[in-house]
Nanobody
Framework: QVQLVESGGGLVQPGGSLILSCAAS????????MAWFRQAPGKEREFVAV????????YYADSVKGRFTISRDNALNTVFLQMNSLKPEDTAVYYC?????????????????WGQGTQVTVSS
């Protein structure tokens, strides 16, 4: 069992930046693909970014490419999402997710473990 706890959300003006963190329990964090998803009111949960286990390859949704950066610190059992040049359409609850199967997948169904989410609001 893996427990994930997100932090770092909040209110930011358009063009601003935030860093989200997701702390994971357990001793096998380095063997999980880790991803960020988001869900806006009335919309389906959508993929944001994924970082592979061990080798650290990354993949981004087109909507955030060049603005967001996913990274991980396996010594700290933590994955990060650096968000720059934020737009109002980035407003959503952001969730981190873990995939022990290392499927490097954009589908939420590939991820066995989820955090509780953290709210990001981009507004002036």
């Amino acid at each position: 069992q893996v427990q994930l706890v997100e932090s770092g959300g909040g209110l930011v003006q358009p063009g601003g930046s935030l860093i989200l963190s997701c702390a994971a329990s357990g001793r096998t964090f380095s063997s999980y693909d880790m991803a960020w998803f988001r869900q806006a009111p009335g919309k389906e949960r959508e993929f944001v970014a994924v970082i592979r286990a061990r080798i650290g390859n990354t993949y981004y949704a087109d909507s955030v490419k060049g603005r967001f950066t996913i990274s991980r610190d396996n010594a700290l059992n933590t994955v990060f999402l650096q968000m720059n040049s934020l737009k109002p359409e980035d407003t959503a609850v952001y969730y981190c997710a873990a995939d022990p199967g290392q499927q490097y997948n954009r589908s939420p169904t590939a991820y066995a473990y989820w955090g509780q989410g953290t709210q990001v609001t981009v507004s002036s």
